[in-house]
């Protein structure tokens, strides 16, 4: 089994790596790759190199498909696993965009859009007692109010329950892009060594679970 991932951005990659030496314990002969890119992006229209050319998973999801689909289409246990956000926008709607990418461009590989909802940081708050072990200050009576994989705002929510000062102050001492994607990929590593698979109850860890899992045991 080989299984190349493409990634949204570097604290996904983060987790995946911590994920796979847990699946790989499992199943020894599982052998993966990642590519991390620089964001969601968005979708192309026209494919031209300016749209495509960004370091964004969206807008180069089209050439990484097709060069995968030459590459591994005589590696019969191979598989593109394709791991985003879908941040606001219609889970349902979403995947079926991303599906038809590979439909328009005659992608034959095997491939999974795992779509972490709102963010991968859900999966992260679907193992409560993997959050604990991993900040055992964690101030968890904030995710009282906190629906599993659902539109709002799950990363603010995630920081406000393992920083210590909450979002508020979080927002204040971590004001750009970088150094909240840094602190993304800390949590990550941190609550991704306690994380225990089977326990985790995010809907769409599951199904990204279950396809790893399907593709080891077939």
Not at 90 to 109: M, Q, S
Not at 124 to 151: F, H, N, V
Not at 176 to 194: L, N, P
Request: charged content about 30%; hydrophobic content about 40%.
């Amino acid at each position: 089994m080989f299984v190349y991932f493409l990634l949204e951005d570097m604290s996904s990659g983060v987790l995946i790596d911590v994920l796979m030496k847990k699946f790989k314990a499992r199943y020894p002969d599982a052998e993966y790759k990642s590519r991390s890119f620089k964001g969601l992006g968005g979708f192309t229209k026209k494919n031209t190199v300016k749209e495509t050319k960004t370091g964004k998973l969206l807008n180069d999801l089209s050439t990484y498909l097709r060069a995968f689909d030459k590459t591994l289409q005589y590696q019969p246990d191979a598989a593109v696993f394709v791991v985003l956000d879908n941040d606001d926008n219609d889970a349902t709607a979403f995947r079926a965009r991303l599906e038809k990418v590979a439909a328009d461009n005659n992608i034959t590989v095997d491939h999974v859009f795992c779509i972490a909802i709102e963010e991968v940081e859900a999966w992260l708050l679907g193992d409560r007692e993997a959050l604990q072990k991993a900040y055992p200050t964690a101030k968890m009576q904030k995710m009282k109010d906190y629906k599993q994989d659902s539109i709002c705002g799950t990363w603010e929510i995630l920081a406000d329950v393992v920083y210590p000062k909450g979002i508020k102050q979080f927002k204040k001492d971590f004001p750009t892009f970088m150094e909240v994607g840094k602190k993304k990929s800390e949590w990550a590593k941190q609550i991704g060594q306690y994380m225990v698979p089977e326990h985790n109850i995010s809907p769409s860890f599951q199904f990204f679970w279950g396809e790893l899992t399907k593709r080891a045991v077939s």
